[in-house]
């Protein structure tokens, strides 16, 4: 590994997955060109002292991911991360699922080299296109030798956000990845990186090897809506199950009674809040209020969003954590 003088030459790992960033125009609309186009790299995209090797890992449309291709990527991940070779790694994505896979990747990897995802919400065809702008300001962060230390990042629209916390804010604008109620790490300028802060806490999944289980629902509870979804998902044998609860973590009573149902056919549910921002917290002492949804056996796991919530759960209960070391795992939440 090169020396972490500001002059070194960086060695980075482009990992590309596919994503608008690979994307041109076929006959109605973008298609996949097949790998990461080379008009990525026009211009001053690789900065002086970066030195980028390409890797494909796969050519998708990222709502075609899914946690078994994300706990392939991050197997590869953690080999180029610990084959010695590279300062930094860059992951280029779909938008769609983005956050999903860089969260995954954060709870899994042990911080060795920045790992940076990036995307871009315009493909290399459309005016204003973003990609080769994200390109380089992903590089800039994955080759600083400080990096590491945040965990995986995400740098998009000059912007850097912590996996765990960002998302896709806004369906077609350059500035759509944000991390509400928390904001940027730190900013992209010109040829800076300019670091504002560092997460305190962060999630880690215990050692091991990472298994993903599949039988793990996601219920958004919604008025008079969310109990029929519960009961089918624990009559399907799920052995997780995640539920977007209205504010601090409340549910309509049906949906409590559903709760106490699913907990006892040994599914492990976890709530989480429909809010974009705030932890949920058993305050409410009423029929579906947050004491009486932990009274009947659910864990409440604090201010995730709830796809990433889901991964979690996916990979708690793939690595066989029972219902006490999940709900250890989420009570620093
Ligand atoms: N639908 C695209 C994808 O996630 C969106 C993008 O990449 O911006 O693959």
New binding site residues.
């Given amino acids: 590994m090169s020396d972490q003088t500001e002059s070194a030459v960086r060695e980075i790992a482009l990992v590309s997955t596919?994503?608008?960033?690979e994307m041109t125009t076929g006959s109605k609309g973008l298609v996949i060109a097949g790998g990461i186009n080379h008009h990525l790299f026009d211009g001053d995209v690789i900065p002086a002292n970066v030195r980028v090797t390409q890797i494909k890992f796969s050519s998708i449309?990222?709502?075609h991911m899914t946690p078994g291709i994300m706990r392939e990527l991050c197997l590869r991940l953690e080999e180029l991360a610990t084959v010695g070779k590279y300062d930094g790694i860059v992951v280029t994505h779909?938008?769609?699922?983005l956050e999903e896979s860089a969260f995954l990747a954060d709870i899994y990897l042990k911080e060795q080299i920045p790992v940076v995802f990036t995307?871009?919400?315009r493909s290399s065809v459309e005016m204003g296109v973003d990609g080769p702008r994200n390109l380089r300001g992903a590089l800039l962060v994955a080759a600083n030798p400080e990096v590491h230390k945040l965990g995986v990042t995400v740098v998009l629209n000059d912007e850097i956000h912590a996996a765990g916390r960002v998302t896709k804010t806004y369906t077609s604008n350059v500035s759509s990845f944000a991390s509400p109620g928390y904001g940027p790490l730190g900013f992209v300028d010109q040829d800076r990186i300019l670091l504002q802060r560092i997460p305190l806490w962060r999630l880690h999944l215990p050692p091991g090897e990472l298994s993903m289980n599949v039988n793990v629902g996601l219920v958004r509870i919604a008025s008079g809506f969310g109990a029929r979804e519960i009961r089918f998902s624990a009559d399907c044998e799920d052995k997780g199950l995640v539920i977007e609860a209205f504010g601090r973590g409340n549910v309509p009573v049906d949906v409590a009674l559903a709760v106490e149902y699913a907990v006892g056919k040994g599914t492990v549910v976890c709530i989480t809040s429909r809010c974009y921002v705030g932890r949920v917290l058993g305050v409410y002492d009423y029929s579906g209020g947050g004491i009486d949804l932990e009274q009947k056996g659910a864990i409440f796991a604090g201010d995730m969003q709830g796809h990433k919530l889901r991964l979690l759960l996916m990979a708690c209960v793939g690595m066989k954590m029972n219902r006490q070391e999940i709900s250890e795992l989420l009570k620093g939440l």
């Fill in positions: 596919g994503g608008t960033i449309p990222s709502p779909g938008t769609d699922t995307a871009a919400m």
